[in-house]
């Protein structure tokens, strides 16, 4: 848990680094605009970290939100704090977050580091979170499962939203569906993306729907499933939806493993073929690289002595400054745990006569 946490707060992207990014946008945000309401503060934060990450492509929410700012107020509704806003963001930019062999502990773990780097950038932070929230009122279908536990009756199943159950006609059950659309943690969608997806649930739920057809729609607003999930479901399958949904995982789940076993030997073999191709031609891979004259014939080495020449040193062996230039590719790492370790391109320098490498000039950082 402690290597997780520490993955989670540092470094660039991470959700330790959003988060202070916006805890210090919305710090100079206040002093700025000491006047403006925490709403509108906390809507300038959100705008501001859509923008910067939507520039150059990023997320489709952010770029949504980007074209029609309706969906950033509503984020800004739904996540009325700078706790919750700045949470909201890192699931964006973070979709990992929802991968079925995400550590059980993450979204803890999240908050954790969330809190301590708010505890730190904007003291006083808690008191703000408790004056911002509006407080929750007990469910409606929670009052209602009181009331058939004193008369010792069965409670409608919990589905998950409010109102949705079997019986209902399409209409009715479609815009419970969409009325649970869109808030914190239930499925983000926008108009172009639903519409088609509702004209194929209009021709497939049944009149009235099941209590089958309710779960797999909540299953599908609560991201428990999705939606695309549930329409393949109610077009092509005589499965029962819950039979259907864990068939269904198992198999992702056999086909990421399969996935990522053909990924290490993709690795392997590369790894091999680089090894087998410098160990035919010297004792290290620099050594092989550096007496490789045709790959050494496409790079001209004269433009790397006037860049690096000033750089460069002697041996340090027998001080001469005659030295070879050459280009240099490094193999992949060893150890496909190891891949993210990132490997260079670039010139290096080695005294022939002692067999000794001096300079390395990287130019490319290389992922294998």
């Known amino acids: 848990m402690h290597w997780q946490h520490f993955l989670m707060k540092h470094g660039i992207g991470s959700p330790g680094y959003i988060a202070r990014r916006m805890a210090k946008e919305y710090r100079a945000r206040k002093a700025a605009n000491p006047s403006l309401d925490e709403r509108s503060i906390l809507f300038r934060v959100y705008a501001t970290r859509v923008a910067a990450q939507s520039i150059l492509g990023g997320p489709a929410e952010y770029r949504m939100s980007r074209e029609n700012p309706r969906l950033m107020h509503a984020a800004v509704e739904q996540n009325s704090d700078l706790f919750s806003i700045i949470r909201h963001a890192v699931l964006i930019e973070h979709p990992e977050f929802d991968k079925p062999y995400a550590p059980s502990d993450r979204f803890e773990v999240l908050d954790r580091v969330i809190s301590e780097v708010l505890d730190r950038e904007i003291p ?58 869109n808030k914190h943690d239930t499925l983000f969608i926008t108009d172009r993306w639903v519409e088609p997806r509702l004209r194929s649930l209009r ?96 790079r001209d080495s004269s433009t790397a002595e006037q860049k690096y020449g000033d750089s460069a040193h002697p041996c340090p062996q027998c001080g001469s400054r005659e030295v070879t230039w050459f280009y240099y590719v490094s193999p992949p790492h060893p150890h496909y745990e190891l891949r993210e370790l990132h490997g260079f391109a670039g010139w290096m320098t080695a005294c022939e006569r002692c067999n000794v490498q001096i300079d390395c000039f990287d130019e490319m950082r290389i992922y294998y």
């Open 124 to 181: 006083g932070w808690r008191k703000t979170v408790q004056q911002t929230r509006p407080s929750r009122k007990q469910p409606e279908y929670r009052r209602e499962d009181e009331k058939h536990a004193k008369r010792g009756t069965a409670a409608p199943l919990d589905t998950g939203v409010a109102g949705l159950q079997e019986g209902l006609s399409i209409e009715a059950a479609l815009s419970l569906f969409l009325n649970a659309c």
């Open 203 to 298: 021709g497939l739920l049944s009149e009235p729907i099941t209590s089958d057809q309710v779960e797999a729609l909540c299953d599908a607003v609560m991201k428990r499933a999705k939606l695309d999930d549930v329409i393949e479901w109610l077009a092509d399958s005589k499965l029962s939806w819950r039979v259907f949904d864990q068939h269904r995982k198992e198999g992702a789940a056999e086909l990421e493993r399969i996935k990522a076993e053909q990924q290490k030997l993709e690795y392997e073999r590369k790894f091999a073929e680089a090894e087998m191709a410098w160990k035919t031609k010297a004792n290290t891979p620099w050594e092989a690289a550096m007496r490789d004259k045709a790959f050494q014939a496409r």
